[in-house]
């Protein structure tokens, strides 16, 4: 931003200083040996297996495990058994619960449902979905385990939540599942028959058809009493909770509500949504919606009520036949959607059943994609969904079996499982090889290093460090990279660099058995990144084990390993994650800083590196050495991460740069955790609007955790800031998801003080607007108005923590000479970035650069003082200086 009030200018008639050269810490490039890594990972196929041995079932429509469970299963079957299977690497059947009598078994009849409740070991609750016999009607229960044997559910403990009368035999939905949030999520059709025969589907104040439901049925404080309907059991055996988003409606499609405002609503608009799932990495919650004569979808259920456009819409397009929606309609679109026509090619089908998010050990080549399949045509899919759909996500097809008609993941592994139901089997989605060249055995035959026992690489692999090394459970790393010949990288000064292909990184991990000693480094694992042929990306990982001389592949699956660590005195044991490699996929994606290298980037990079006795800076010698495709200009005006220990850097600079190391992976643009917040640190903190910032500070969550006073961050309150909750735990839930064991302390305690010492009295714009104006509305208080006639803006004004109304209260630079330099002093402020611009036209604002010396950083301070900037004298014409604030 500009301060034309405060630009001072100097001329100097003297010599040209002139700076010695400092030498490069890399020369020109070096060549190496070609390295041993395959171009792209072995070429695998899908097929299937049985998943259970030679058991089968009646009619099988639900696959469903109990939260904590690693070694059992249930298996719902539509006739209304539930048979639970334990011991899932040598099979054993027992029948659950048998409720048969009570289920209506005809068609889409029966029982459909099953989830077990989040504390079920406690309470010994679990909810089932089933139509009953006689007068035709979908009903939600509750029943207990039993106390003296966990295998078995009493058929005798029903408690109905609600029973609704149901006048058509199809389009029942019926699935049940609990959210990251604790409440139960019930799917529901329109009823049946077709075109919406009910006239369900545009409905919030009539029935619960056509939508999904959130309930709490723990009743927990504060949650509403639903409204009066006579499908609902009296008393009743539920609540609302009460950020359900019709709560307070009036109005539905433009149109004033006629009946009973149905809260439970957390989605209306779907035809038949048979089966879904949340993806628990992104709280994402995915639906395949059964169409009628034209298209299938899949839909992602976004928080807000929407609406999903059935029966005005089918997939994309306008249903067929229907009518003129109302003026006020409007409905989110699915994420893809394929014809309605039974035939066995690629991409079409006639009755989509919805699938899961893999995020199994065995399969990285699926890892993060959605499965779901057809029960008409047999089509298995997987699709990448990365948070912003325009057009149909691309999907594949990777399986033929027909009659799927449900999707589950095996506890043990991660495994996708489906039903078919026709052949009453249970099923496996299995990988096997098909061709490609294998990873190496060992370390030492990937190339990478001349003398293992020394870590020495060969010339051409190039040694770096990180300004933030990314937690891992205190173990100490060194790195390294490659990159071949004649191929560049795509440098970017703040968004993602992209890399060449055959590009590889090269990481070493070890871990010190007595805290403080160096002499008992244990050497862990070394990973190798590597850049492929197709467009994509694989990690392998090579454990040393008692061994200094070579390391050895951990298997795709990963593994761990348990050590023994003196931590002061106190003897503690440690568990070691070996990766396994679609775990690398998770973090290491297309979003991740352009080439999948997350800490390959300008602000991890830009910093001082000792090359054998020469200290250069690492962008600077790279540049040099020509691994990138153009120059780096204003290389001291380049954004670094600050070290957590760093007090001379401000406590949000500070937590800004460990979120940026730790979170980036997920949580940034399209990635799968932008949604929530974005840890790049180059978004503003506020920003000028929510979506400009990066949505921390009370920023709504995909998992509230039952609380809706819980945020990513809340001023002030350690207990509502779920993003220091997730940092602070470690299990199920934790943040970042993969890999450690142990909490990072020392980041933990650096959140913790900038939420209890600092954002209590951050302010926004808008407040400040209100502090000095009244309103947000004044217009002499609009962000780019100056009513003190200062040269400064209101928002400038904000920035520097003037008065906008006292136009003597101003920030400004000051200039004086100091023998053979000039030297632009400012106002130094609290967590605000100063640049000096310089320019000889100040009739040109295009004029004005960046005053490229190493004083000039961007340096966000932790104390106010004085800032000063030095310049060389030259000949030549004036020299203006002006200074630009930013924020974090």
Avoid at 119 to 134: A, D, L
Avoid at 595 to 609: C, D, E, I, S, V
Avoid at 687 to 697: E, K, M, Y
């Amino acid at each position: 931003m500009k301060f034309p009030r405060h630009v001072l200018g100097l001329v100097f008639c003297c010599l040209a200083t002139s700076a010695i050269a400092q030498p490069y810490g890399l020369s020109n490039r070096v060549s190496v040996p070609t390295l041993n890594v395959p171009p792209t990972a072995p070429v695998l196929g899908y097929s299937n297996a049985s998943a259970l041995g030679n058991m089968t079932f009646t009619a099988p429509v639900a696959i469903v495990s109990a939260p904590g469970d690693t070694n059992r299963l249930f298996i719902v079957e539509q006739i209304g058994r539930i048979v639970v299977i334990t011991n899932l690497a040598s099979p054993n059947r027992t029948v659950f619960m048998d409720i048969s009598g009570r289920v209506t078994f005809n068609g889409e009849q029966g029982l459909l449902g099953l989830a077990f409740h989040p504390g079920y070991q406690t309470n010994r609750y679990f909810f089932v979905f089933y139509v009953t016999t006689g007068a035709r009607r979908d009903q939600l229960s509750r029943f207990e385990i039993a106390s003296t044997n966990s295998n078995v559910g009493l058929t005798n403990s029903e408690v109905v939540l609600f029973s609704q009368p149901d006048d058509f035999s199809n389009h029942n939905a019926g699935d049940l599942h609990f959210g990251p949030d604790g409440y139960l999520y019930v799917s529901l059709g329109d009823e049946g028959d077709a075109n919406d025969t009910g006239a369900n589907s545009q409905r919030i104040d009539k029935d619960f058809f056509s939508g999904i439901l959130r309930l709490d049925v723990d009743k927990k404080p504060g949650s509403l009493v639903p409204t009066p309907h006579p499908a609902i059991a009296s008393p009743t055996n539920y609540a609302v909770p009460t950020n359900n988003p019709f709560i307070g409606r009036t109005t539905f499609n433009g149109l004033p509500l006629t009946g009973n405002l149905r809260t439970e609503f957390w989605a209306v608009g779907l035809r038949n949504p048979w089966r879904f799932s949340f993806d628990y990495v992104t709280g994402l919650l995915y639906v395949g919606d059964v169409g009628q004569g034209a298209r299938e979808e899949v839909d992602v259920i976004e928080k807000g009520g929407n609406n999903y456009g059935w029966n005005y819409r089918e997939g994309y397009i306008q249903r067929p036949g229907s009518s003129t929606p109302p003026a006020g309609f409007s409905s989110i679109p699915p994420i893809l959607d394929y014809p309605r026509t039974p035939s066995g090619a690629t991409n079409v089908g006639f009755s989509i059943t919805g699938g899961v998010v893999y995020r199994g050990t065995r399969i990285p080549q699926l890892t993060g994609a959605y499965v779901f399949g057809d029960y008409g045509s047999g089509n298995i899919w997987a699709a990448r969904y990365d948070g912003s759909v325009t057009t149909n996500v691309p999907f594949a097809r990777i399986l033929v079996d027909a009659g799927v008609a449900a999707f589950g993941i095996d506890p043990s592994n991660g495994d996708v499982l489906y039903a078919d139901v026709g052949a009453g089997t249970i099923q496996r989605i299995v990988y096997t090889a098909v061709s490609g060249t294998p990873f190496p055995a060992t370390l030492a035959l990937t190339g990478t290093f001349t003398n293992l026992a020394t870590l020495t690489p060969h010339s051409g692999i190039v040694p770096y460090e990180v300004n933030v090394p990314y937690w891992s459970d205190n173990a100490l790393k060194s790195r390294w990279f490659y990159f071949p010949p004649a191929r560049t990288i795509t440098f970017r000064p703040t968004n993602n660099w992209t890399f060449p292909t055959g590009s590889v990184w090269i990481q070493h991990l070890e871990l010190e058995l007595t805290n403080g000693v160096p002499e008992s480094r244990q050497r862990l694992e070394t990973r190798l990144l590597v850049r492929d042929t197709g467009a994509g990306i694989y990690g392998i990982t090579y454990r040393w084990g008692a061994s200094t001389s070579n390391a050895t592949l951990v298997p795709d699956t990963g593994m761990d390993e348990t050590f023994v660590v003196n931590d002061g005195g106190n003897l503690r044991t440690q568990v070691w994650h070996y990766p396994a490699r679609s775990e690398c996929l998770m973090c290491h994606t297309p979003q991740n800083v352009g080439g999948f290298a997350l800490g390959f980037n300008t602000p991890q990079l830009n910093r001082g590196f000792n090359y054998a006795g020469i200290e250069d800076n690492q962008l600077r010698a790279m540049a040099n050495a020509g691994y990138f495709s153009a120059a780096v200009t204003n290389l001291h005006g380049l954004r670094w991460l600050a070290s957590s220990t760093d007090e001379s850097v401000s406590v949000e600079q500070r937590v800004r740069s460990w979120l940026t190391a730790n979170c980036v992976g997920c949580h940034q643009q399209f990635g799968p955790g932008g949604t929530t917040f974005d840890a790049r640190i180059f978004t503003p903190l506020l920003g000028t609007t929510v979506a400009s910032g990066t949505r921390l500070i009370n920023g709504t969550l995909v998992n509230s955790g039952g609380d809706p006073n819980n945020r990513v961050i809340v001023p002030g309150s350690l207990s509502n800031s779920m993003l220091l909750t997730r940092i602070s735990t470690r299990g199920a839930g934790q943040m970042p998801p993969l890999e450690t064991s142990l909490v990072d302390t020392q980041a933990v305690a650096l959140i913790s003080r900038w939420i209890t010492e600092e954002l209590p009295s951050l302010q926004t714009f808008a407040a400040w607007q209100v502090s000095n104006f009244g309103s947000t509305n004044e217009p002499t208080g609009q962000s780019g108005m100056d009513p003190d006639n200062d040269g400064a803006t209101n928002y400038e004004e904000f920035m520097t923590g003037t008065d906008p109304k006292q136009g003597a209260d101003a920030w400004g630079i000051g200039i004086r000479r100091t023998g053979s330099a000039i030297e632009t002093t400012y106002p130094q402020l609290i967590n605000r970035g100063i640049e000096i611009q310089w320019t000889t036209n100040l009739f040109n604002p295009a004029a004005w650069q960046y005053l490229n010396v190493p004083e000039n950083r961007p340096f966000l301070s932790a104390t106010n003082g004085t800032g000063i900037v030095p310049d060389v004298v030259t000949n030549g014409p004036p020299k203006y200086y002006r200074g630009r604030v930013f924020e974090p």
